[in-house]
């Protein structure tokens, strides 16, 4: 199967908008009439399909992998090891970047050692945030498709996938009136649906389904585009009634969230002629992005900067604003792409000299 380049481009935007909500541009800004917590409620609100759509892509190209590979029992437990790679990787990186940090604010190292051996201890919390750390919020999101695509597994050993897919479906709506999201406004059911179960698990499934299952691909892919749009519009005044008009959480996911991410998939796949350019190139790399960027949001904020300083220059002027996020999202892909470069470097002169070591034994 060739590499669908559409793919990879709409994870550039997809990665970009989850930078936005973290970087939060234009929230502090008011230029005439300009608001600038509307735009980033706009763009916050656009960015809602991201995540999900990295969930139905990652579904989907793991039921693709699984219709090319006889043994799939072996595949997932490669695919799941490489997650889990990706993921105590940084989740290390980021506990020791904390202490580094905890160290230049003298902080007790003791006290935070014990702490964190706490949070760390509870099986809840690594379930919902990965790792209990300042700069690793990000993490929640592998921990979630790891326990997402086991879960598959064992539906696929069982043979019921469709069952898994309505399951998961009437879990995410049920999701909807968890803690922090909009719908609790109505009936909150004091539990956290950020999650595997509640988010992850539908859409990871949903793209799984459609790697397995045949569809009828419209003609005019740009109709199921035109119809992302439409949805969104419809998210939009969702959200802007449940948060404006009821005083609502801003949740992660809404009900239109759904529609939108299911035609936006079908877009993707549908409109295959889109070649290898720059932004596809970027967008292969967001996962590296997704892990990294709160790294250097910290490091522009923490060290580079300092609070206050960040605050006065970046946080309240215009032209600061624009260039933030665009600089933490250029930095964040330069600098996980040099790290890929480094260890495969380091990985070739291993293997060099493994080879001229065996030379010389024989």
Not at 14 to 19: H, R
Not at 239 to 263: E, N, S
Request: hydrophobic share 50%; glycine share 6%; aromatic share 20%.
């Amino acid at each position: 199967m060739n590499r669908n380049h559409s793919i990879d481009l709409i994870k550039f935007f997809a990665i970009f908008l989850v930078v936005c909500i973290h970087t939060a541009p234009f929230s502090k800004i008011n230029l005439g009439f300009i608001n600038g917590s509307n735009i980033t409620f706009i763009l916050n609100t656009f960015g809602r399909f991201a995540v999900p759509y990295f969930f139905i892509i990652s579904g989907y190209l793991y039921g693709i992998k699984n219709n090319k590979y006889e043994f799939y029992n072996k595949y997932t437990f490669k695919y799941l090891l490489n997650l889990f790679r990706i993921y105590l990787g940084w989740a290390v990186f980021y506990v020791l970047y904390d202490f580094f940090l905890n160290c230049m604010h003298g902080i007790n190292i003791q006290i935070e050692a014990l702490q964190f051996i706490n949070k760390i201890m509870n099986l809840k919390t690594l379930y919902l945030n990965g790792i209990s750390s300042r700069h690793a919020y990000q993490l929640w999101y592998l921990v979630a498709l790891i326990i997402s695509i086991l879960i598959i597994w064992v539906f696929i050993k069982l043979d019921k996938i469709k069952l898994l897919l309505i399951i998961s479906l009437g879990l995410n709506l049920i999701g909807l009136f968890g803690e922090g999201q909009s719908y609790s406004q109505f009936f909150n059911a004091h539990i956290i649906t950020r999650d595997a179960l509640f988010y992850g698990l539908f859409y990871t499934t949903l793209g799984f389904f459609f790697a397995n299952n045949t569809f009828i691909p419209t003609q005019n892919p740009y109709v199921y585009l035109k119809l992302f749009f439409l949805f969104f519009f419809g998210q939009f005044i969702e959200r802007f009634v449940l948060v404006y008009l009821f005083q609502a959480p801003q949740g992660d996911y809404y009900v239109f969230t759904i529609p939108q991410t299911i035609f936006l998939f079908l877009f993707v796949v549908s409109c295959r002629n889109v070649k290898d350019n720059f932004l596809a190139k970027i967008g292969s790399n967001a996962v590296g992005i997704f892990v990294i960027h709160t790294f250097v949001i910290s490091v522009i904020k923490d060290i580079i900067l300092g609070e206050t300083f960040f605050e006065n220059i970046i946080a309240d002027t215009v032209v600061g604003q624009l260039l933030y996020t665009p600089i933490v999202f250029i930095s964040s892909y330069y600098l996980y792409t040099s790290i890929q470069l480094i260890k495969k470097k380091i990985n070739y002169i291993s293997y060099r000299n493994v080879i001229n070591e065996t030379k010389k034994a024989g």
